[in-house]
Nanobody, 113 residues
Framework: QVQLVESGGGLVQSGGSLRLSCAASGSDFRFSTMGWYRQAPGKQRERVAIITSRGSINYADSVKGRFTISRDNAKNTVYLQMNSLKPEDTAVYYC???????WGQGTQVTVSS
């Protein structure tokens, strides 16, 4: 199956920015809808943003205007640019290949106030 590896998480102050990357193996990346999800302690995993193979994008209301999802098919990579971060954005962030129902291992994002 496809393998997904997230990177770019870390500790950032409220109002700061991070860019997450998700690198995918395999040859079918360009055909996949990719998503970013997050899970905070004690909370259900929620979808943050998705981007289809054609570049159509949807965001969760909680991140609209602050986060930007993008993809570079030549690099087999999907990105999540996170600006104006808030403490409530603190979570483990996962990427997912929706075509193959495959998850990455997750990367921790912690936003301090």
């Amino acid at each position: 199956q496809v393998q997904l590896v997230e990177s770019g998480g870390g500790l950032v102050q409220s109002g700061g920015s991070l860019r997450l990357s998700c690198a995918a193996s395999g040859s079918d990346f360009r055909f996949s809808t990719m998503g970013w999800y997050r899970q905070a302690p004690g909370k259900q995993r929620e979808r943050v943003a998705i981007i289809t193979s054609r570049g159509s994008i949807n965001y969760a209301d909680s991140v609209k205007g602050r986060f930007t999802i993008s993809r570079d098919n030549a690099k087999n990579t999907v990105y999540l640019q996170m600006n104006s971060l808030k403490p409530e954005d603190t979570a483990v962030y996962y990427c997912k290949d929706l075509k193959y129902d495959q998850w990455g291992q997750g990367t921790q994002v912690t936003v301090s106030s």
